[in-house]
């Protein structure tokens, strides 16, 4: 009997059909930690942990929109460089911008109805347009931050699949939880928060997130304690509108359509080649 032999080039792609893509972190908080960020206090060294976790040890800057300075003044101090884009003006905001080649992450400054913070509904819409752009960025390895949406019901619409979230929230009573604790991501209490999230997997939000900080006190009107202000998808992807990866409720990356389009044709051929050797 002929002892099998496979090309080396079938053997290649069968090696690298399913590899996975190299998904980005995502983080979103209720707090409006570029507002309260001062110096080393928690509100600061939260905002940089934010940051952090979705660069997840790259070193390229940051990608920041803010339409003031309540978050670009704060960067400096934490050693983190950036590039500011002012969301206000729609022309600005591009889908080019959303390259992973040039930025690790990209940080949304929180709402003006924080009563305070820097970006309107406007700005935040112009950078939603770029969907498409941000959920490839995400595939690839981009991280995203979103800071507080207080009252502004379309705020996480830049997140590849919108966050629900209700604004108002106590300034205290916040806990890191073990998700956090792994993320490096450590509770805020004593500045006003703004707005809380619905558990994953509930009331629209993706399965996909994991809870990294909860209000374990009274929750607000419509989400009861113990309610989530901070969220993380870890590794995360974006698939047809919808995070279909990532470290809360998957296995944390998913196979680029592509790929499994050539594992099968690899399937394919080694069947074909047994074929013909057993004949």
Known sequence: MKRRVFPPLLLLMIATAAAPVYAGNIVLTGHDDDFHCSGTDPACVQ????????????TLPVLTFDAGTELTSKLPSLGIPFTNVNPNTASAVTASLFDPTAY???VVASDTTCGGCDNSAAGEANIAAQSAAIGAFLNAGGGIVG???????????FVPQT?????????????????????????????ATHNLFFNPGTNGESAFYQIAE???????GT????????????????????????GGGGTGVTPE???????????????????RRLT
């Open 47 to 58: 905002l940089g942990a934010l940051i952090n976790f979705a660069r997840n040890g790259s």
């Open 104 to 106: 690790s992450a990209f």
């Open 147 to 157: 800071l507080a949406g207080a009252n502004s019901a379309n705020y996480y619409a």
């Open 163 to 191: 966050a629900s979230s209700v604004g108002g929230a106590p300034s205290s009573g916040y806990t890191q939880t073990a998700a956090g604790a792994a993320a490096g991501i450590p509770a805020v209490n004593g500045d």
């Open 214 to 220: 909860l209000n374990t006190t009274t929750g607000n």
């Open 223 to 246: 989400i009861p304690a113990p309610a989530a202000v901070t969220l993380i998808c870890t590794d995360c992807t974006v698939s047809g509108g919808v995070i279909s990866g990532g």
């Open 257 to 275: 359509p592509s790929s499994i389009v050539l594992l099968g044709s690899g399937l394919m051929g080694i069947a074909g080649l047994l074929r």
